[in-house]
C-alpha cells in the first residue's frame, strides 16, 4: 500500500504521482492487459509532520493497472493511491476507491516525539473524484481510518498541467486538508499518559524538551493544512522521464499550538526518472 500520510515519503509526492500517472497514460499501448510507470527518486522532506528537521531518502516508483481499471500505486486523479479500483473514467472525469496505509512513526524520528513512545501505521480506506478542463483540473477525496484512532480527513484541491516544449511539462497544484478531531489527535495530540512520561523526562533534565512540551494536547477537528507543488518533467525518450518536483506545505493553527510541532511550513523536493510501459 501506499504511505498516505502527505509529509511522508510518497504522499508528499502527489504532485509526482499525477506527473508519472500521465506519463504512463501517454505511452502505455491501447488495449494491453497491463500498463504503468517504474523508477527510481531521491527526496529530501521533513522528518515528520512538523518536524523542524528533515531528511533524505530513497524513492522508489511504481505505477501498475490492470485493464485500465485497477491499480497498485498513485492514480490518475492524483488524489488517493495504493490498492484500488475505478469506479468511473472518462476522459474529464475519474472516481476511484482504494486502501491505503501510512507509516509507523517512531519516537526516534525527532526531539519533539520524546517521550510519545512509537506511533503504529494506519490503514485508510479512501475514495476520491477528480475532473480535467483542458489544461485545469479540480479534485477531492475522503479517507476513513480503519482502525479505532486514526479518524478521517477530506482533501480538496485544483492543479494545472501544460506542455511547455516538444520535450518539456510542467504542473501546478494547490490544495487543503481538513480533518476531525480524531485524526488531528491521531497526529497532533498527547495524551495525559504521555503528557506524564514527557513531564518526567523533562525533570530529568532531558535536552530535547523544554518545559511547555509536557502539557497535554488535544486538538480540535478543522482545517489541517495547506499546499501547493509544483514538477517539471523532460522526457529523455519516448518512453523515459526525468522530474524534478517541489512541495511547500504550512499546516493549520490548531496543528501548529502542539508541543510535538516545532515548525508549521514543511518543504519536499526531490528528482527521480521514471519508465512509462
Given at each position: 500500500m501506499r504511505t498516505h500520510s502527505l509529509?511522508?515519503?510518497?504522499?508528499?509526492?502527489?504532485?509526482?504521482?499525477a506527473s508519472l500517472t500521465a506519463t504512463r497514460a501517454a505511452e502505455a499501448q491501447e488495449g494491453s492487459t497491463w500498463s504503468g510507470v517504474v523508477g527510481v527518486g531521491v527526496a529530501t522532506m521533513p522528518r515528520y509532520a512538523g518536524s523542524d528537521e528533515s531528511r533524505v531518502r530513497p524513492m522508489p516508483v511504481l505505477q501498475l493497472e490492470y485493464k485500465g481499471r485497477v491499480f497498485l500505486g498513485g492514480s490518475q486523479s492524483g488524489v488517493g493511491g495504493g490498492l484500488g479500483a475505478y469506479v468511473v473514467r472518462g476522459e474529464s472525469f475519474v472516481w476511484q476507491v482504494s486502501v491505503d496505509g501510512s507509516e509507523?512513526?517512531?519516537?526516534?524520528?525527532?526531539?519533539?516525539?520524546?517521550g510519545m513512545g512509537k506511533r503504529s501505521g494506519a490503514t485508510f480506506g479512501s475514495t476520491a473524484v477528480s475532473y480535467r478542463l483542458g489544461f485545469v483540473s479540480a479534485n477531492a477525496g475522503v479517507s476513513v481510518g480503519l482502525g479505532d484512532d486514526q479518524g478521517s480527513y477530506g482533501t480538496l484541491g485544483v492543479g494545472a498541467r501544460r506542455q511547455l516544449a516538444s520535450r518539456w511539462v510542467g504542473e501546478l497544484s494547490t490544495g487543503a486538508?481538513?480533518?476531525?478531531?480524531?485524526?488531528?489527535?491521531?497526529?497532533?495530540?498527547?495524551t495525559s499518559e504521555q503528557s506524564a512520561t514527557r513531564r518526567g523526562l523533562i525533570a530529568a533534565g532531558d535536552?530535547?524538551?523544554?518545559?511547555a512540551?509536557?502539557?497535554a494536547y488535544s486538538p480540535g477537528s478543522?482545517?489541517?493544512?495547506?499546499?501547493?507543488?509544483?514538477?517539471?518533467?523532460?522526457?529523455?525518450t519516448a518512453r523515459t522521464r526525468v522530474i524534478a518536483f517541489a512541495r511547500g506545505s504550512r499546516l493549520s493553527d490548531e496543528a501548529g499550538r502542539s508541543p510535538l510541532v516545532r515548525e508549521r511550513n514543511g518543504v519536499t523536493s526531490g528528482v527521480a526518472m521514471a519508465y512509462g510501459f
Open positions: 509529509p511522508l515519503a510518497a504522499l508528499t509526492l502527489a504532485s509526482l504521482g509507523a512513526r517512531p519516537e526516534s524520528r525527532g526531539d519533539a516525539l520524546a486538508t481538513i480533518a476531525d478531531d480524531k485524526h488531528m489527535r491521531y497526529e497532533f495530540g498527547i535536552p530535547r524538551l523544554k518545559g512540551d509536557g502539557r478543522g482545517l489541517k493544512e495547506m499546499h501547493a507543488s509544483a514538477s517539471l518533467a523532460y522526457a529523455t
